[in-house]
């Protein structure tokens, strides 16, 4: 007999269409699920994503765009013998009440890094300038990042989840958390 919790278990599931006005500045955000007690680790078992804003402002702005515009969702996971995620909660399940192992009350960290669900994923560029849309999904780690290769560079940062900075920042490295 299929499981209640299994939504696909159930034929006559309901299919609806939320509709969120983003009456905003353009910006970078993200969104994820906010069950009470339960946010660090639905995060972790992926329920989150990466939503641009954009507007009239930041679309006349000389900044690179199509395939030169690149979301970077990054996160940190740790997973068992099998691949399988593996979150520090008495119940794994997420169905009874919250419970985390008291030695990550404060936030879990993952041994392996993901970017947009790539474990220690690479990219080739060319000698261009990109647009990064940076996203930190980690449950706890803070980054700090830097562009890696001959010379190595600088970013200019323009904009915040706040949306467009009054100015273009330089930074050689970039602290995210």
């Not at 765009?65 to 690149?70: A, D, S």
């Not at 947009?116 to 849309?133: I, S, T």
Request: aromatic share 8%; charged share 25%.
């Amino acid at each position: 007999m299929p499981s209640m919790h299994d939504p696909l278990a159930h034929p006559t599931a309901v299919e609806r269409d939320y509709v969120f006005p983003l009456k905003q500045r353009a910006a970078t955000l993200w969104y994820h699920d906010h069950r009470m007690d339960f946010t660090g680790a639905q995060v972790w078992k992926g329920l989150f994503g990466l939503c641009v804003v954009r507007d009239a402002e930041d679309d006349k702005l000389p900044l690179p765009k199509g395939e030169r515009e690149i979301p970077l969702l990054i996160t940190d996971r740790a997973f068992d013998g099998d691949g399988q995620l593996l979150y520090p909660v008495d119940d794994p399940t997420l169905l009874g009440k919250p419970t985390m192992k008291t030695q990550v009350r404060a936030g879990a960290q993952g041994d392996v890094i993901l970017v947009n669900g790539a474990p220690w994923p690479f990219l080739e560029v060319a000698a261009v300038k990109y647009r990064l849309r940076l996203v930190n999904a980690s449950n706890a780690r803070r980054y700090e990042l830097r562009l890696d290769g001959p010379g190595g560079g600088e970013f200019i940062q323009v904009g915040s989840d706040g949306g467009l900075l009054a100015a273009p920042v330089a930074h050689s490295t970039l602290h995210i958390s």
